[in-house]
């Protein structure tokens, strides 16, 4: 239960409501023990002839006026208790989210982003129930079990209460067990649910490639065994489930036989009242619920405890990378030096960068060229601060990278990324990501440099054409330019084209380049390129070669030395050729 004090804060915000939801949950309680009590007091009264149509009358107003006093002070404990559960899931949910964005790209990689969904559902929802439902149970049954138990054992008799009890341990053991199994196969059926969501999203999203393939019939196979397990695993859970409700009648039917049968003989033999058989019976039918829940809040504890714990181990992992004794900086120019770098992504792996040197003025542009794998990613990853690399070998305007506040870095870099991720939103808001005041102007603006704009034109919306998911209806070329307008969007202190070009024509790619030259007074930029037409005007081109800068210069300078950046400019020359003949 230790692990529920990280939600100290929640209880010490809601203590109010918790407090008088318990209260209203316990007036109820005491409420409902009064019944039993007045039933048995009417069959007396009944059963002697001293009951006038009065009297009768008054019990009657009595116990409606009890009615409507439970119903109400039961809708008023839902309100706040279960209510509460809610506030709490919402709350706990923002926060695990909010955390969730601060952790770097590494726990990413490292841990299944299925997993975090699933955190992100199944254990907080857990959590609520046990916050919500499981304390209401808890206080409920304890109470009504303590209260009733004194008040037949002090006003009825202890020896017919002794023997009435005999099943209820075998009903809360039972609920127990078959709860333990419950919840064991609920998580199958929850695992094999998410199989099943799973193949069918994957089917819908690689479509494409399946009918490509003419994998169709496959695919449905694959299905077919993924929906039959679903099935299997329901009725596993079926069959236990199934077998809960008829067990606990019968067990609760032999508690009623034992009272029938021994509490009858008193009421024979004088030592109880009628009155007195009849609202035991009753007390007992109260009794039964709580025994019950007692059973599934102990599962219900178990569970909320678990998913209690992992949450806990997330929300306790300290991001990577934070701003760690900054610099006092507001703005940042666009200086890039990296001095003597080796870096790897972890401890164990060879490094992906060895003894890098570079260096550029703000305004500059700096090509990199290299072959897949090369590290030219890599490079950019440690610029913008997304992996931990030591102090002393990355410096903006001479300021250690890992002095310059997380917040000031990243605005100030324009970054267009290998793979272009676009939102299922408009083309104007996916252009405007991360500007929080822009002007239409500025969108066409962006969208007129990236050379996307009379392709926006085309479409019937315009700059409020929705982006299917992930951008399926748009080209691929047009996804990238429309990251590019993303970037430009920003007016960045550096912009980095990461491999952005690949996807359009090389007469795009000059119009876009001119466009950018255009713009880029004072601004850094950084290109990364396959082909040699991109990269051919920038200030100074790397190359790379299995993360060591191989050669480095001008393109005028470079493709007079034999090496890896004339192999390249050779085979495009070749590729070229070859496109024309054809
Ligand atoms: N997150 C990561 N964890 C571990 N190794 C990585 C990670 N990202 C890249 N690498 C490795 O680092 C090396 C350089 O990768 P990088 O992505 O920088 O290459 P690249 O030159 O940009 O390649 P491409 O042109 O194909 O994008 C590769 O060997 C790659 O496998």
Redesign the pocket.
């Known amino acids: 239960m230790g692990e529920f004090r990280t939600l100290n804060w929640f209880f010490s915000k809601y203590k109010g409501r918790y407090i008088g939801g318990i209260l209203c949950l316990l007036a109820v309680d005491i409420l409902q023990l009064v019944m039993p009590r007045l039933l048995g007091l009417i069959t007396d009264g009944l059963q002697q002839n001293n009951m006038t149509y009065a009297t009768l009358g008054w019990y009657a107003i009595i116990i409606v006026i009890i009615a409507v006093a439970i119903m109400i002070l039961r809708y008023i404990w839902r309100l706040l208790i279960v209510g509460g559960s809610r506030l709490l899931e919402k709350e706990l949910r923002d926060r695990f989210f909010a955390h969730l964005t601060t952790l770097s790209?590494?726990y990413y990689?490292m841990h299944k982003t299925g997993d975090l969904m699933a955190h992100a559902s199944n254990d907080i929802n857990a959590i609520r129930m046990f916050v919500g439902q499981g304390i209401v149970m808890a206080t409920d049954s304890l109470f009504m079990i303590i209260a009733s138990l004194i008040v037949v054992f002090a006003t009825i008799d202890w020896r017919l209460s002794m023997l009435a009890l005999i099943p209820f341990p075998l009903m809360a053991a039972s609920v127990l067990i078959a709860g333990r199994f419950i919840r064991e196969r609920f998580e199958e059926v929850q695992r094999a649910f998410s199989n099943l969501t799973d193949t069918v999203e994957e089917n819908f999203t690689g479509i494409r490639v399946i009918k490509a393939f003419v994998q169709e019939k496959a695919e449905l196979k694959k299905f077919a065994k993924a929906n039959k397990h679903n099935m299997d695993m329901n009725m596993r859970m079926v069959k236990v489930w199934g077998i809960m409700e008829p067990l606990m009648q019968f067990l609760s039917a032999l508690s009623f036989i034992i009272v029938l049968y021994y509490g009858g003989m008193m009421v024979i033999n004088g030592e109880i009242t009628m009155g007195q058989f009849v609202s035991f019976n009753a007390y007992l039918g109260m009794l039964i619920w709580p025994v019950i829940a007692i059973g599934w809040v102990v599962n219900m504890a178990q569970r909320g405890t678990a998913s209690m714990k992992r949450v806990n181990v997330i929300m306790n992992e300290r991001p990577e990378i934070y701003d760690d004794n900054p610099a006092d900086i507001d703005e940042i120019y666009g200086d890039i030096e990296y001095k003597d770098l080796t870096f790897r992504?972890?401890p164990n792996?060879?490094p992906?960068?060895t003894d890098i040197n570079i260096s550029v003025k703000r305004g500059e542009t700096l090509a990199i060229v290299?072959?897949?794998?090369?590290?030219?990613?890599?490079?950019?990853?440690v610029l913008l601060r997304l992996?931990k690399v030591e102090d002393g070998h990355v410096f903006i305007d001479d300021t250690d990278i890992n002095r310059i506040p997380l917040g000031i870095l990243r605005e100030s870099i324009g970054y267009v990324p290998?793979d272009n991720f676009l939102f299922s939103t408009t083309i104007t808001e996916n252009i405007a990501f991360g500007v929080d005041n822009y002007t239409m102007e500025q969108v066409e603006q962006a969208a007129r440099i990236a050379q996307l704009y009379d392709d926006v034109m085309d479409f019937p919306d315009k700059f409020n054409t929705i982006v299917g998911e992930r951008g399926v209806s748009l080209s691929g070329g047009q996804k990238q330019r429309v990251s590019i307008a993303r970037a430009i969007m920003k007016d960045p202190k550096i912009l980095i084209l990461?491999?952005s070009l690949s996807a359009v024509d090389t007469d795009t790619e000059e119009r876009i380049l001119k466009g950018l030259s255009k713009v880029r007074k004072n601004r850094t930029t950084i290109i990364?390129a396959?082909r040699i037409s991109a990269v051919k005007d920038a200030d100074q081109i790397i190359a790379?070669d299995e993360?060591r800068i191989v050669q480095r210069g001008t393109h005028g300078q470079l493709i007079q030395q034999e090496g890896l950046y004339k192999e390249l400019y050779e085979m495009q020359k070749l590729e070229e050729e070859l496109e024309r003949t054809q």
């Open positions: 790209p590494r990689n992504y972890e792996l060879p992906a960068l290299g072959r897949t794998g090369s590290g030219k990613t890599t490079l950019i990853n992996y290998q990461d491999d990364i396959h790379l993360g």
